[in-house]
């Protein structure tokens, strides 16, 4: 302990000797290693943590994938004959998410609520933190069981959650009682999407009734042992065949298509090859600079060297010496480059924000980014000791004392000053293309007109099942906006453009010479055209004279009429 000791002191004089070469080094390392451990919370927040769930491996996402290859949900029917008939599976759950408001005594929120089976917490492994949670069988209508952070963030920890009752919908007119609070990590089985509320399948089917062919319910499915990926998707197809051919399936022609819940870790970092490719050229050129940093104070030392060899000391104790005096400096460096780390984890939210509270990435500071930070420091040290230590060890006592300069630091500076540029060069070349990416992007003209002043108010009036209330609802609400001061236009739609939903209603359609088939669709208000500014490339948009007696229209999509009317007028 005492050689170390005596050791650190040496360093920390020498490195107080020269603080602008220690301050810039510090800088360089700090700024690599925090910009590497926040890059790497990125990616294990998206790619390498596993889901709070019992065996991940033995997990897949099930949907079904279309004639068109577009992959879509299941529906009811079809999770049923899965749950029933599959020998592949030891369990298949459903989850469906909504977003109908829960009357709080602080007023209404609207918390994501996830329809799921009452096999669900079974299936996953996930137990409760307080209380329990539904299991398979005693999923009973109007129970639900409470995220951690919504109990947390919401309800204000409170104790007595147990039995507490919550009121659903837009008048409160589902009376919800909870039954437990899930485990802390869990936030359900999507990536970002927070869950806050569970809710087993009969609470809402039986208030919304969905149409058999309404597909919308995301599976997951637990493999048996010893079941392999393709058998279980060979199996999983023969069950949607047959629905097909008893017209039970909401469409022509699905098939099943399995995604591993949890892939091999060589999978996943091929997916992340750029943040991995900007690791490692992070640490290359930390290392280089530390480096041509260190080459620099050797030959600035290069007379103090020679006196210490010629008092004795030996180069065993100068190579110590010297792994020392970096190690301290990436001691230092680490420190500071976590709090560089830790503030750009902290503002990850506003970097990654959607607009919608529920979006949360997992990206934080851990053991596990620790551990990378402590595995990076110490490649960079390595990395950045291993020339100059070689160049100190070349040190004789009578150059060294006359102050003669070596050759070698000055080739190892040039081949570093070299592989530093090209790595730069490099860097701005991707840079350049990627900003002329962006560019050629911004220069395309959207669908709606991007010079308008628009303010999107969302809703959820829980329309699913129920087409004809909505033009109704969202008329009047539309009446009432149109009547404060400084609006133009008012326009509704159940899915508004650039809104992030993915989803829509879904219809049948038969057309001469196909298969029946489903599409999404959207339904909008007669002046939604002209408030957005979208453009309608043939026809006309929707009038007021468009009701509900009038012969029925619809307006089309550019892809649509290429597929179903090739070479003919869709009008």
């Known amino acids: 302990m005492a050689p170390l000791l005596r050791d650190l002191r040496m360093a920390w004089r020498a490195l107080a000797r020269r603080p602008g070469v220690t301050v810039l080094a510090i800088a360089s390392l700090a700024i690599a290693i925090g910009l590497s451990t926040a890059a790497f919370s990125v990616l294990d927040a998206f790619e390498l943590r596993d889901l709070p769930v019992s065996d991940p491996t033995r997990l897949a996402y099930l949907r079904a994938l279309t004639p068109e290859q577009r992959m879509d949900d299941?529906?009811?029917?079809?999770?049923?004959?899965?749950?029933?008939?599959?020998?592949?599976?030891?369990?298949?759950?459903?989850?469906?998410?909504e977003s109908p408001p829960v009357r709080l005594p602080d007023g209404d929120d609207f918390p994501i609520t996830g329809n799921v089976s009452d096999n669900y917490f079974d299936v996953l492994g996930v137990r409760a933190a307080r209380g329990d949670v539904f299991h398979a069988g005693h999923g009973q209508p109007g129970t639900v069981v409470i995220g951690y952070r919504y109990w947390k963030d919401r309800l204000g920890s409170d104790t007595d959650i147990i039995g507490r009752i919550l009121p659903l919908g837009p008048f409160g007119q589902v009376m919800l009682r909870v039954v437990g609070v899930a485990a802390?990590?869990?936030?359900?089985?999507?990536?970002?999407?927070?869950?806050?509320l569970f809710v087993p399948p009969q609470t809402f089917l039986s208030y919304t009734r969905p149409s058999a062919r309404y597909s919308s319910y995301e599976l997951t499915a637990r493999l048996r042992p010893g079941v392999t990926f393709t058998a279980a998707r060979a199996e999983a197809d023969a069950i949607l065949r047959q629905l097909d051919k008893d017209s039970l399936a909401p469409a022509h022609g699905r098939k099943s298509a399995l995604e591993p819940f949890a892939e091999s870790l060589v999978g996943k970092l091929q997916t992340s090859a750029v943040v991995l490719g900007m690791i490692v050229l992070l640490i290359v050129i930390a290392a280089a600079n530390l480096a041509n940093l260190r080459l620099v104070d050797n030959e600035a030392r290069r007379h103090e060297t020679g006196i210490r060899l010629a008092l004795g000391a030996g180069r065993a104790?100068?190579?110590r010496q010297h792994l020392t005096e970096t190690l301290l400096l990436g001691g230092a460096a680490s420190l500071l480059g976590l709090l560089i780390a830790g503030w750009l984890v902290a503002a990850a939210p506003a970097l990654f924000y959607y607009g919608r509270r529920y979006i949360d990435y997992g990206i934080r500071l851990d053991a596990r980014t620790?551990?990378?930070s402590s595995a990076v420091l110490l490649a960079v040290a390595l990395i950045g000791a291993l020339i100059p230590l070689?160049?100190?060890?070349?040190?004789?006592?009578?150059?060294?004392?006359q102050g003669a300069r070596a050759t070698h630091p000055t080739r190892w500076l040039a081949a570093l000053v070299v592989v530093q540029m090209a790595v730069v060069t490099a860097v701005a070349c991707s840079a350049g293309l990627f900003w002329r990416?962006?560019?050629k992007i911004s220069a395309i003209r959207p669908a709606m007109d991007p010079d308008r002043s628009m303010l999107l108010i969302q809703g959820n009036f829980m329309f699913r099942g129920r087409v004809e209330a909505v033009p109704a609802h969202a008329g009047a609400l539309a009446e009432s906006l149109a009547r404060v001061p400084g609006v133009r236009q008012v326009a509704w739609a159940r899915r508004a453009m650039l809104s992030g939903s993915g989803g829509g209603a879904h219809v049948d359609v038969e057309m001469p010479g196909q298969p029946k088939f489903a599409i999404n669709y959207n339904q909008v208000s007669p002046n939604y055209f002209a408030a957005t500014g979208a453009r309608i490339l043939?026809?006309?948009?929707?009038r007021d004279s468009d009701s509900a007696e009038a012969t029925p229209v619809v307006l089309?999509?550019?892809?649509?009429?290429?597929r179903f009317f090739p070479g003919r007028d869709p009008l």
């Open 317 to 319: 104790a100068l190579a």
């Open 74 to 97: 299941m529906s009811w029917p079809e999770y049923q004959a899965l749950v029933t008939k599959a020998r592949s599976f030891s369990g298949v759950i459903a989850e469906d998410r």
């Open 437 to 439: 990416s962006l560019e």
């Open 538 to 542: 043939r026809g006309r948009a929707f």
């Open 370 to 372: 620790f551990a990378f």
């Open 390 to 401: 070689t160049d100190a060890w070349r040190h004789r006592v009578m150059p060294s004392l």
């Open 556 to 562: 089309v999509s550019a892809s649509f009429a290429r």
């Open 184 to 196: 802390p990590r869990f936030t359900g089985t999507i990536r970002g999407i927070v869950v806050d």
